[in-house]
């Protein structure tokens, strides 16, 4: 499904793109969607209508970081496809995190011939990059907890709040 939505957007901004290409060069007038697109590539800005429209979202501010973060993600989906599955899955990557965590743990209890409400979904961290296969579950990078941040010193999650006494 995810891939299908990075088809989408890349669909749409390549379609865009030659849209406003055209009108810079006077071959068609700015219509109201390539005008916005245009105002947004000169500010630096995302186009909001590329995410809704795609469904996939950015933690981007800017355009020329939201392009390095997709072609991050491409490439992270390229290799998966056409070389191996990763070893470290990048969390971000996915538009639906949850439904990729639900199928993580179907696979594993697939693998073990267990039901999946007999596990649960375990964090452990880490400063080091494993550079082989988790010995059981998956090695996932990216991950972001809103209101909370990771202690560096004891490596637990604490609330925000608790940071600032």
Known sequence: MD??????????????LAKVKKAILGLTIFDEKAEQTY?????????????????????????????????????HIKQWIYEQQPIVF???????????LAALLQNFARQTNN???????????STV??????????????IVIEHAMLNPDTFEIQDIQDSTR
Not at 3 to 16: A, D, Q
Not at 90 to 100: E, S
């Open 90 to 100: 990048w969390l971000p990557m996915f538009a639906n995190q949850k439904a990729f």
């Open 3 to 16: 891939v299908h939505r990075y088809n989408n957007l890349l669909k749409i901004i390549k379609t865009e």
């Open 39 to 75: 105002n947004h590539i000169i500010l630096n800005n995302i186009p909001d209508h590329w995410e809704e429209i795609s469904g996939i979202k950015s933690s981007c501010d800017t355009l020329s970081a939201f392009f390095t973060d997709l072609l991050s993600r491409l490439n």
């Open 129 to 142: 990059e494993p550079t082989d296969r988790a010995p059981k579950g998956e090695w996932i990078n990216g």
């Open 115 to 125: 039901l999946v409400d007999n596990y649960e979904i375990r964090f452990t961290f």
